[in-house]
């Protein structure tokens, strides 16, 4: 079955994935659908300094939007905002130092975030990682799973009453296709039995993030929630993490702004909140999260056992005796 996932998802993607699918797909576009001004409307973006990231930052600041970047990395994210501000001539875009792999930061700064603003419009979830050998972070979580799924999980849960009370809320998560070829594993979410594959690692906690956004649709209705997959795309995490796949590919890859075009839609176009809250969209439109005959539908006993784990896991977090809120270590706003 995984053969057959695999080989009908690599013949998608070549037709689908590549510049040239984004270029079919951009004959169909309505370009008024961007034709929009966000002054006074506020959104947070994690891995805001490269790739698909800076390239939603940088679309939107040129609209009027108020920009939270959210980064690991501090000298990255300030050439980032100075290029954002440069470009743009929108001077309100700020920096947020977090690292996304340290779930208690993120809550933390999530709480702090709560207190110094009175609203945010849309949340970006677009930081990730692969990382190709078991790595642990500080809590003892595996890495990859600690910053695709739980610190989107943290970040989301605890800026939801956030955005409930702010204006046309919407959350946006960046997955990708590689998704479809995994099935949510409810009874291994950190990939701890058998071999270690950092590449399906990775396919599988997007297919967490996509039963998550799913999830938090049913939840919360007042606000928009979406997942999408921006196609292969030419960034600095692609070459790095998967070099041969990134040199296979060349010139098919697609750029970071076409790769950032579904996620600024889905942020910014008064079409995209018209459509149904928890899908998974590619080049702007929903799309089924599984392939046909590939088996990758959980019950709803499995769903429900997922979320129970990650609210468990929060719990945990949350309760560390070294987390205090007002400690001088708490992420810093700039």
């Known amino acids: 079955m995984s053969l057959y996932r695999n080989a009908i998802w690599f013949l998608n993607g070549i037709n689908q994935y590549t510049r040239k699918g984004y270029e079919a797909a951009f004959r169909h576009f309505d370009p008024q659908d961007l034709d929009v001004c966000v002054v006074g409307r506020s959104f947070m973006i994690t891995g ?9 930052a940088m679309a939107i600041a040129k609209k009027g939007g108020t920009i939270h970047m959210v980064c690991r990395n501090r000298d990255k994210a300030e050439e980032a905002r100075v290029d954002i501000v440069s470009e743009s001539g929108n001077t309100e875009v700020y920096i947020h130092i977090v690292d996304m792999s340290e779930t208690c930061k993120v809550w ?13 419009n849309v949340l970006i979830n677009n930081a990730g990682c692969m990382v190709h050998k078991r790595e642990a972070n500080s809590e003892g979580l595996e890495k990859n799973f600690a910053t695709n799924t739980m610190g989107v999980y943290i970040l989301t849960q605890t800026l939801i009453p956030l955005l409930q ?15 479809l070829v995994q099935k949510l594993r409810v009874d291994d979410l950190q990939s701890q039995k058998g071999y270690f594959d950092g590449v399906m690692v990775y396919a599988q906690n997007k297919r967490q993030q996509v039963v998550l956004t799913q999830q938090w649709a049913k939840a919360n209705p007042v606000i928009h929630f979406s ?42 176009s008064k079409a995209a909140a018209r459509t149904r809250s928890g899908q998974f969209f590619q ?19 499995e769903i429900q056992s997922f979320m129970t784990q990650l609210e468990t896991l929060t719990r945990s977090i949350q309760s560390q005796p070294d987390v205090e809120l007002n400690s001088p270590s708490r992420p810093q706003f700039v």
């Open 48 to 56: 805001a300094n490269s790739g698909i990231g800076k390239a939603t």
């Open 108 to 120: 933390e700064f999530a709480e702090a975030f709560k207190k110094q603003y009175s609203s945010l």
């Open 165 to 179: 009370k702010s204006r046309d809320p919407r959350v946006i998560t960046v997955s990708s296709g590689g998704m």
């Open 227 to 268: 997942a999408m997959h921006p196609g292969w795309v030419d960034t600095p995490a692609v070459s790095t993490s998967m070099p041969q796949f990134h040199q296979m590919m060349g010139e098919r890859l697609r750029s970071v702004a076409q790769g950032a075009d579904t996620v600024v839609w889905l942020a910014l």
């Open 283 to 301: 080049d702007r439109v929903p799309v089924p999260a599984h392939l046909p005959l590939a088996w990758t539908h959980n019950s709803a006993a």
